[in-house]
């Protein structure tokens, strides 16, 4: 399977809140995924446990909208927003780009950048 079909097929679970399953599909064991300078989180079980965090940090997941993708050889970069309710009842939009390095179809490498401010703002868990 080629990288633009699995980050497509990534996107779309991502959308649909199919997040923690869509890691268990898509990261490998040993990924390695850095939020803009955080420490970087080694290893699918820690990857999983930062975004569960992350997720009871909120109210509501309402998904994720696409604006570009690209794909060059084993790497993807994603331009999207991440749309959620805060636990104080605010909608927030969160801006976002991700890249990530691909092995067969599991993501070993992600980095993603965000404005920080805007989830400290927001009332949700910076996922560091």
């Not at 994720?64 to 939009?93: C, I, K, P, W």
């Amino acid at each position: 399977m080629n990288v633009r079909t699995r980050i497509e097929d990534l996107n779309r679970a991502i959308a649909m809140g199919r997040k923690l399953e869509a890691m268990r599909e898509f990261y490998a064991d040993r990924v390695r995924v850095q939020e803009n300078l955080s420490p970087v989180t080694y290893g699918l079980p820690a990857s999983v446990e930062r975004e569960q965090r992350f997720l009871a940090s909120i109210r509501e997941w309402r998904g994720f909208t696409v604006r570009a993708v690209s794909v060059e050889g084993s790497l993807s970069y994603v331009d999207g927003v991440a749309h959620f309710v805060t636990r104080d009842g605010r909608a927030m939009s969160l801006d976002q780009v991700t890249m990530a390095r691909w092995k067969g179809d599991k993501i070993v490498e992600e980095s993603i950048y965000f404005d920080p401010l805007a989830m400290e703002r927001a009332g949700a868990e910076v996922r560091a």
